[in-house]
């Protein structure tokens, strides 16, 4: 099966600025999840997942949607989505520091659920793949009001071997409802590499399957997903069903803070992936299209750096939930 790949940047009608745009959300996502990292090393923050190396498939598709219209039920990785749909660093530092201010829980949950009312955002739960079914709702929803609405989806190929994950293809595609559903493939699901999870080489072959089509990317490529997702949101619009992108990333840290990848995969392996790095291959591309200068690409890192630095020092400050709202919400209250 073919990998999309993009045009070069000046040759794409997104004009100078929006691909700017694209860039600093890619920056501003990998330093703030670097930051929850460091939080976390240091005691403050309990548990952290990365998604370093799923920048541009995620900003990618985020610039198909239209904010506060369309929906997203992302997984854990999806740092860079939500906060292209509007999600803050503040929001994601106040959930990392376990706040009673983190909108996505409010404390309550582990991070990187995240959850926003204002921005059609759906949190999903901790077992692998339920968020597919809840996308599938969603979507079905928008069929029953007569809605444009699309909703995208999101988990790694680890996930699509859960019994959710064919369930809610199957289900969307007798349908046609509006979801996209995104498989971020990074080659493993914690330790297992894809060839221990299923005999075809892409998730994608398994499209036929269920009468929908699939569209296999360079997910390391911000304009090939652009492209691609652009393409299937429209085709939800159109009332034409749902689509399977699978975006091939490189997973550049372990897979959380309590896993250690040097264990399971090769010093050679781990040390190819950084020139694979998608924000280098963006901003080289934007610099090759007169674009971005260096002097641009310094100023976009320390913009976003202290956006993570503001926002940092109000959640330091933040007051913790109220040990006498544990049981708030766990059972039924009178």
Known sequence: MAVTESAPPAALDLGPDTLLEMY????????????????????????????????????????????????????YRDLSLVLVMGMSPLDQLLAALGKAGDPNSGGRQMPAHYSSRAHNIVTGGSPVATQILHAVGVGLAFRYRGEDRVVVTACGEGGTSEGDWHEGLNWAAVHRLPVIFLVENNGFAISVPQARQMAVAHVTDRAAGYGLPGVCVDGGDVLAVHQVAVEAVARARRGEGPTLIEAHCVRLQSHSSDDDQRRYRAPDDLRDLRSHDPLDRFRVDLEAAGILSPERAAAVRADCLAEIDRAQQIADEAPAPDPATALHHVHQEG
Do not use: C, K
């Open 24 to 75: 600093r959300a890619m920056v501003l996502g990998r330093l703030l999840d670097e930051r929850i990292i460091i939080l976390n090393r240091q005691g403050r923050a309990p548990f952290a997942i990365s998604g370093q190396g799923h920048e541009a498939t995620q900003v990618g598709v985020g610039y198909a949607l239209r904010r506060d219209y369309d929906w997203a039920v992302p997984y």
